[in-house]
């Protein structure tokens, strides 16, 4: 059985990138009949520059059963040895949880998930038990409110550091999301979780450094992936879309590489 982390690294080594897709469609911009088609755009334009891609299922479920449908023509589109992060951020209780691990690994065939560990380990264990898949728990977030309650203290120590430090002793498959927005919290959360796979959203439109998050949470294969959306999704407009995409694609891969390499 090969694990998550393992193809992630084969799939980084190979690509010689970091970069994580967000294939994540405005309804603004993209009507529901035109998302299968300008992803698939996307992915093939993109591919020689990333590592994996991430599909926010949130994009999708607001179009309804059309949006599932899209989705699952997007999944068909990814070429074969490219990891697929189902960005969910599921999180509840005994069997609700084990249908969504069962929707996500087994009828969606995600590589690894995103999930919200506020209810606790046995809210966590569904998913933990596909040991060949990844979990990557919610730890510090990018989004400017996540302080509200990720600073608090608890007993001495903020909650994201409890949090970096608990759940990566529940399992081999275990990640987390740490935002590019607070680069001295990821190096925290590095120097805590040596050894976890960090997803780390928040570069291109949310302003994170590349370079800030590589010298944080070090360049090792597999054990990052640096998440970039809009700034590569929709990099170009109409018929330019494909070609700006891999540029911006290209771009950030170039920079985390730079940023990676020995001094």
């Known amino acids: 059985m090969t694990t998550y ?57 607001q179009f309804g059963i059309p949006g599932l449908h899209a989705l699952e023509e997007t999944l068909a589109a990814i070429p074969a040895g490219i990891p697929v992060i189902g960005d969910a951020k599921r999180g509840d209780i005994g069997s609700t949880a084990e249908a969504y691990a069962r929707a996500l690994f087994e009828t969606w065939k995600f590589d690894a998930v995103t999930v919200n ?24 977030t990018s989004n400017p409110g996540a302080a509200d309650f990720q600073h608090l203290q608890v007993e001495g120590e903020p909650l994201f550091e409890r949090i970096a430090a608990t759940v990566t002793r529940w399992g081999d498959n275990v990640g987390l999301v740490v935002g590019a927005t607070a680069p001295a919290e990821l190096r925290c959360v590095r120097a805590l979780a040596p050894a976890a796979t960090l997803l780390v959203p928040g570069v291109g439109a949310q302003g994170g450094d590349p370079q800030e998050v590589v010298a944080a949470a070090g360049g090792d294969p597999g054990m990052l992936v640096v998440n970039a959306s809009r700034s590569i999704y929709y990099a170009g407009e109409g018929a330019a879309a494909p070609q700006a995409a891999a540029e911006a694609a290209r771009k950030l891969r170039d920079e985390l590489a730079a940023a990676a390499a020995p001094a």
């Open 117 to 140: 560990p506020f209810l606790g380990r046995d809210s966590v264990d569904p998913f933990l038990a596909y040991a060949d898949r990844g979990v990557y728990l919610l730890c510090r």
């Open 5 to 61: 982390v393992q193809r992630l690294a084969e799939r980084s080594s190979q690509a010689g990138s970091f970069v994580c897709v967000g294939l994540d469609p405005d309804f603004r911009r993209t009507p529901v009949e035109e998302v299968a088609r300008y992803n698939r755009m996307i992915i093939e334009a993109t591919a020689p520059y990333t590592a994996c891609y991430k599909p926010n299922l949130a994009f999708y479920e």
